[in-house]
């Protein structure tokens, strides 16, 4: 779905970006993790074709289906394949709405770039349907609402909303949780995967927390000044970290750490093997919810002995 292939960004003679390349399956979700100033922003924004002008990128981008090669593409068409081919969900909502446009006409809006002709209502229906689908609260009310009315976590939903507006082929997410507490956090991923899953939409997912690409890929890739530097499959990078940097990424982490109640979550190695999910599921690293209500929630099956909570359903049929 995406091919990535020894893409370069360049700041004049400075690279920043070097010789990265990957490719991301229709449905398949990959991790994209690496410290600061590692270069993750820039090859997601690369891909989209949205670097600042002082930037340069080469190498090669293609999505399938698109006859054109993206890097170096003219302006005209990488709108065209924006927000309907690829979109991008980034860290900052607030920076990435208008703050002076009410919800629902952002929405419509960015269903209709792709949608010219159609009937305003029947946009306005979709925009709606699109934010009852991220589970916009009081969704009457709150499509009515400006930007800043709204809580981040609820931000988000609306980025997301169109984002997904017009079904792309990829997703990119930037970040897209960082801001939010752990709750808020997960019920944001959960949207995503849910997203992705009914688009069958290939999913690159940048993030500094190992914990939330143990919870949403399958396969990460670790970047390290500006190049990637280790890839595989999420369990084994993660529990057989073959590069210097990755280890010391996962040391750092708090994928070994004890919850507020002293219960063991998330030891790499104890990822469960993907067959031994229980349907529907995903292993949860962290799970930030109460006693309480992690006592309402249905027995999984192949809860670990040592609680509960490590298990929540996201989509799927659980
Ligand atoms: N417009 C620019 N001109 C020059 N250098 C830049 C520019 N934008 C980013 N850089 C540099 O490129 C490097 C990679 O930046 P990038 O934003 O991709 O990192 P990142 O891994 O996404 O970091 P973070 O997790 O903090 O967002 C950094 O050293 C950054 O300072």
Same mark, same amino acid.
């Given at each position: 779905?995406?091919?990535?292939?020894?893409?370069?960004?360049?700041?004049?003679?400075?690279?920043?970006? !070097? *010789?990265?390349?990957?490719?991301?399956?229709?449905?398949?979700?990959?991790?994209?993790?690496?410290?600061?100033?590692?270069?993750?922003?820039?090859?997601?924004?690369?891909?989209?074709?949205?670097?600042?002008?002082?930037?340069?990128?080469?190498?090669?981008?293609?999505?399938?289906?698109?006859?054109?090669?993206?890097?170096?593409?003219?302006?005209?068409?990488?709108?065209?394949?924006?927000?309907?081919?690829?979109?991008?969900?980034?860290?900052?909502?607030?920076?990435?709405?208008?703050?002076?446009?009410?919800?629902?006409?952002?929405?419509?809006?960015?269903?209709?770039?792709?949608?010219?002709?159609?009937?305003?209502?029947?946009?306005?229906?979709?925009?709606?349907?699109?934010? *009852?689908?991220?589970?916009?609260?009081?969704?009457?009310?709150?499509?009515?609402?400006?930007?800043?009315?709204?809580?981040?976590?609820?931000?988000?939903?609306?980025?997301?909303?169109?984002?997904?507006?017009?079904?792309?082929?990829?997703?990119?997410?930037?970040?897209?949780?960082?801001?939010?507490?752990?709750?808020?956090?997960?019920?944001?991923?959960?949207?995503?995967?849910?997203?992705?899953?009914?688009?069958?939409?290939?999913?690159?997912?940048? !993030?500094?927390?190992?914990?939330?690409?143990?919870?949403?890929?399958?396969?990460?890739?670790?970047?390290?000044?500006?190049?990637?530097?280790?890839?595989?499959?999420?369990?084994?990078?993660?529990?057989?970290?073959?590069?210097?940097? !990755?280890?010391?990424?996962?040391?750092?982490?708090?994928?070994?750490?004890?919850?507020?109640?002293?219960?063991?979550?998330?030891?790499?190695?104890?990822?469960?093997?993907?067959?031994?999910?229980?349907?529907?599921?995903?292993?949860?690293?962290?799970?930030?919810?109460?006693?309480?209500?992690?006592?309402?929630?249905?027995?999984?099956?192949?809860?670990?002995?040592?609680?509960?909570?490590?298990?929540?359903?996201?989509?799927?049929?659980?």
């Amino acid at each position: 779905m995406l091919a990535v292939d020894r893409l370069g960004v360049r700041a004049g003679e400075l690279d920043l970006v !070097t *010789e990265v390349s990957f490719t991301v399956s229709a449905g398949e979700r990959v991790g994209l993790i690496g410290e600061s100033g590692s270069g993750k922003s820039l090859t997601a924004t690369a891909l989209l074709g949205l670097l600042p002008e002082e930037l340069t990128a080469s190498g090669s981008v293609r999505v399938a289906g698109v006859e054109h090669e993206l890097v170096g593409a003219p302006e005209r068409l990488l709108t065209k394949l924006r927000g309907s081919r690829l979109a991008m969900v980034f860290q900052e909502p607030m920076t990435a709405l208008n703050p002076a446009m009410r919800v629902i006409d952002q929405v419509a809006e960015a269903r209709e770039v792709h949608h010219p002709g159609r009937d305003r209502v029947l946009v306005e229906a979709d925009a709606l349907r699109l934010l *009852e689908q991220v589970r916009l609260p009081e969704v009457a009310t709150l499509a009515r609402a400006y930007p800043h009315q709204l809580s981040g976590g609820q931000r988000q939903r609306v980025l997301l909303a169109m984002a997904l507006a017009n079904d792309p082929d990829v997703l990119v997410c930037d970040e897209p949780t960082t801001a939010l507490d752990v709750t808020v956090q997960a019920q944001l991923l959960e949207l995503i995967l849910a997203g992705v899953a009914e688009r069958g939409a290939a999913l690159l997912f940048i !993030t500094h927390d190992l914990a939330v690409v143990a919870t949403v890929c399958e396969r990460v890739l670790v970047m390290y000044g500006g190049r990637v530097v280790e890839a595989g499959p999420v369990r084994e990078v993660l529990t057989e970290p073959r590069h210097h940097y !990755t280890r010391g990424l996962l040391d750092a982490s708090d994928l070994e750490s004890t919850d507020e109640h002293g219960r063991l979550h998330a030891i790499p190695g104890t990822v469960p093997a993907a067959g031994e999910f229980p349907s529907g599921c995903v292993f949860r690293t962290r799970c930030g919810r109460a006693d309480e209500q992690c006592a309402d929630l249905p027995p999984w099956t192949g809860v670990p002995d040592h609680g509960h909570a490590c298990w929540h359903p996201v989509g799927g049929d659980s």
